[in-house]
C-alpha cells in the first residue's frame, strides 16, 4: 500500500466522500507521482532560490540565445476543436463554492477556470468540495448543471502553483506537494471520462518561472498519460505568464509543452507583483499607485501583451489576455445607467487586447459575459486570431521600463485594504471576495502588500500631500483606521472580530519584513492560525 498519511479528519458528514476521493487507488497513484518527480522538484526550488539571488545581486534579465527561438520552423501541435475557440472564460471559479461552479457551467462561454489556485482557499473542507463537485459535473451528476460534460464549457483546471504544500498530507514522511496533489487527484477520477468526451483533460498553470520548470509539467503529462493509458497530447495546457523571469523565455516555454500546449496568458496583478518580488530593493524599480498610473495602457505591460501574442501565434498557439474584474451591482441586469457606465468601460479595455491580438480573455461577472460574446462577434468572427502575426521588436529594456507617477493617499488605503481584507477571507477559508465593484483574489492582494512595502522601503511623499511620507508609522496608522471601519461593518461575532485583528497584523508583518516572502499564500498556507482554525489534528492512515 501506497506510505500516505492524511492528518486530517474529514469535516462532518465528509467521511465517505474522503475515503472515495482518497481511495487506495488514487493515493498509489499519488504517490508515485511524488516518488517519480520529487527530486525534479527539489531541483526547481533550489533553482528559483538561486535566480532570486542572481537576480537581486545584478538586476539584469536578458532574452536566451536558444535553439528553440531561433527555429523559426516549430509550431505547438495542433489544438483539438474545443480548444480553438476559447473567446471567453470565467475565473476564478472555485468549484468549492458550488452554487457558483454550478451557475457557471450552465454559461454560455467557452471555458471555465477552475481554480485551485489564485481564488480558492485550499482548506481540506473545500479540497474535498471541489474534487467531489468536478467529479459530479464530469458525470453530469451534478444537481442543477448539465447532464452531459459535452454541453458545458471546457473545465479548465488550475492546480496550486509549485510554492504551495500541501500540509494535510504526508508521503513517504514528507509533506505533498500542492500541484501535484490537485493534478493527481483530478486525473486520476476525471482523466478517462474527459478524454472520452473530447472535453479534456486540459489545465491553467499557474506562476512558472523558467522554460525548465515547462520541461518538468510536460514530463509529468507525459508519465501520467502513460499511467492512465492516455494517448499522448491528450493533455493541454495553458502557461500563465505572471512573472517577469519567464516572459524572457516564452518561445522555451511553449517549445517544452509543444505537444501539450494551449499556449500562453497574461495576468496583470501577479506579473507586477514579481517585478517588486524580483526588483522593488532597487528605487528605480519603485511602482507608482497602480489604480493611477498602472494599466495595460502602459508601456511595460503592453510590451508585455505583444511580445506574449507575437510569440504564441508565431508558433500556432493561442494568447489570452487577462481577466475583467469588475463586478456589477448586486440584483441589476446591467440596464441601468451605472451598469451601463462599467460594462462600457469594460468593453472598451477588452476591445484594445482583441486589437492587439488576443484570441480570448476572462471575465468574472456572469452578467458581463453577453456583452463581451457580442464584442467578439463584431470584432472577432473568427475562432482566434492566430492567424495574425507580428513583427513588434520587444526589448528588455520594454518590459522593464517602470512607469512614472506617484502614491495617492486613496491608492495607499486600497492597497491597505485588499492585504487586510485577503487574509481576513482566507482565514474564513475563501479565496476571492468583493469590494469596491471588483473581486479579489491572491493576485490583487499580492501586489498591494508588496507596494506598500516598497513604498515603506523609499518612503515617497504622498501626491494629494507632499508633507506626508508613506511611513511605517503612517501605514499602521491607515490600516488602524480601516480595521476600525471594517470592525463596524463587517464583523459580527467574536471570531469575526478577533480574525479582523489576525488580518491586520498579518498584514502589518508582511509590509514591515525585511525579506517579505515572494507568495502571500505560501504565507498564510505555512501560517500556525490558518493551519490552527482548519486544522483537525487528527491521524488518519490509509
Not at 468536478?134 to 459535452?150: D, F, S
Not at 473545465?155 to 510554492?163: D, E, G, I, S, V
Not at 520587444?394 to 491597505?416: E, R, Y
Request: net charge positive; glycine share 4%.
Amino acid at each position: 500500500m501506497a506510505n500516505v498519511v492524511l492528518l486530517q479528519s474529514p469535516p462532518p458528514k465528509f467521511e465517505e466522500l474522503q475515503k472515495k476521493i482518497f481511495k487506495k487507488e488514487a493515493l498509489e497513484f499519488l504517490a508515485n507521482l511524488h516518488r517519480t518527480f520529487d527530486e525534479q522538484i527539489e531541483f526547481l526550488y533550489s533553482n528559483r532560490r538561486r535566480r532570486m539571488v542572481e537576480i537581486q545581486a545584478s538586476s539584469v534579465l536578458e532574452f536566451k540565445n536558444s535553439p528553440e527561438r531561433s527555429d523559426k520552423s516549430w509550431n505547438i501541435a495542433p489544438l483539438p476543436l474545443r480548444l480553438q475557440n476559447r473567446h471567453v472564460d470565467l475565473g476564478d471559479v472555485s468549484a468549492s463554492n458550488t452554487a457558483h461552479f454550478v451557475s457557471a457551467l450552465n454559461e454560455d462561454v467557452q471555458g471555465i477556470q477552475v481554480d485551485f489556485d489564485d481564488g480558492h482557499c485550499p482548506t481540506w473542507r473545500n479540497q474535498l468540495l471541489a474534487f467531489q463537485n468536478i467529479n459530479l459535473a464530469v458525470r453530469g451528476k451534478l444537481p442543477g448543471a448539465p447532464l452531459t460534460i459535452t454541453t458545458c464549457p471546457v473545465l479548465m483546471l488550475r492546480p496550486r502553483a509549485w510554492n504551495m504544500i500541501e500540509h494535510n498530507i504526508l508521503i513517504d514522511g514528507k509533506e505533498a506537494i500542492g500541484p501535484l496533489v490537485d493534478f493527481a487527484i483530478l486525473m486520476y477520477h476525471n482523466a478517462k471520462k474527459l478524454y472520452e468526451a473530447n472535453s479534456g483533460p486540459y489545465f491553467y498553470l499557474s506562476k512558472l518561472e523558467s522554460a525548465s520548470e515547462a520541461r518538468l509539467w510536460n514530463d509529468i503529462f507525459v508519465w501520467a498519460q502513460r499511467e492512465l493509458c492516455l494517448p499522448q497530447g491528450t493533455i493541454k495546457a495553458c502557461v500563465l505568464i505572471e512573472n517577469i523571469v519567464s516572459t524572457f523565455e516564452l518561445d522555451e516555454i511553449l517549445f517544452a509543452l509543444r505537444d501539450h500546449s494551449l499556449g500562453l496568458n497574461c495576468g496583470i496583478w501577479d506579473y507586477c507583483a514579481s517585478i517588486v518580488a524580483k526588483f522593488g530593493h532597487r528605487s528605480e524599480y519603485q511602482l507608482p499607485d497602480r489604480n493611477k498610473y498602472v494599466n495595460m495602457d502602459r508601456h511595460f505591460l503592453s510590451s508585455y501583451l505583444k511580445l506574449v501574442v507575437k510569440t504564441c501565434h508565431a508558433r500556432g498557439a493561442p494568447a489570452t489576455g487577462g481577466m475583467a474584474a469588475a463586478m456589477l451591482k448586486p440584483g441589476t441586469d446591467g440596464t441601468d445607467k451605472e451598469s451601463k457606465m462599467k460594462i462600457s468601460k469594460i468593453l472598451e479595455a477588452k476591445l484594445k487586447e482583441i486589437d492587439c491580438g488576443v484570441d480570448g480573455f476572462m471575465v468574472y461577472d456572469t452578467r458581463v459575459a453577453p456583452h463581451v460574446n457580442e464584442l467578439w462577434k463584431k470584432h472577432g468572427a473568427m475562432p482566434n486570431q492566430i492567424s495574425r502575426k507580428f513583427d513588434y521588436v520587444i526589448t528588455a529594456q520594454d518590459l522593464l521600463s517602470i512607469p512614472t507617477g506617484g502614491v495617492t493617499l486613496q491608492g495607499l488605503k486600497h492597497n491597505v485594504a485588499i492585504s487586510i481584507l485577503f487574509i481576513y477571507y482566507w482565514l474564513a477559508g475563501i479565496g476571492h471576495f468583493f469590494y469596491s465593484g471588483n473581486v479579489e483574489d491572491s493576485a490583487t492582494a499580492e501586489i498591494s502588500r508588496y507596494q506598500i512595502w516598497q513604498w515603506i522601503r523609499f518612503a515617497p511623499a504622498l501626491e494629494d500631500d507632499p508633507k506626508q511620507r508613506v511611513t511605517s508609522q503612517f501605514v499602521e496608522k491607515t490600516a488602524a483606521n480601516f480595521a476600525a471601519h471594517a470592525h463596524k461593518n463587517l464583523c459580527r461575532s467574536s471570531a469575526e472580530r478577533k480574525r479582523l485583528t489576525a488580518a491586520r497584523y498579518m498584514s502589518l508583518e508582511l509590509f514591515l519584513s525585511r525579506n517579505p516572502p515572494e507568495f502571500i499564500t505560501t504565507y498564510l498556507n505555512d501560517n500556525h492560525k490558518f493551519r490552527t482554525l482548519h486544522n483537525k489534528a487528527l491521524l488518519s492512515n490509509l
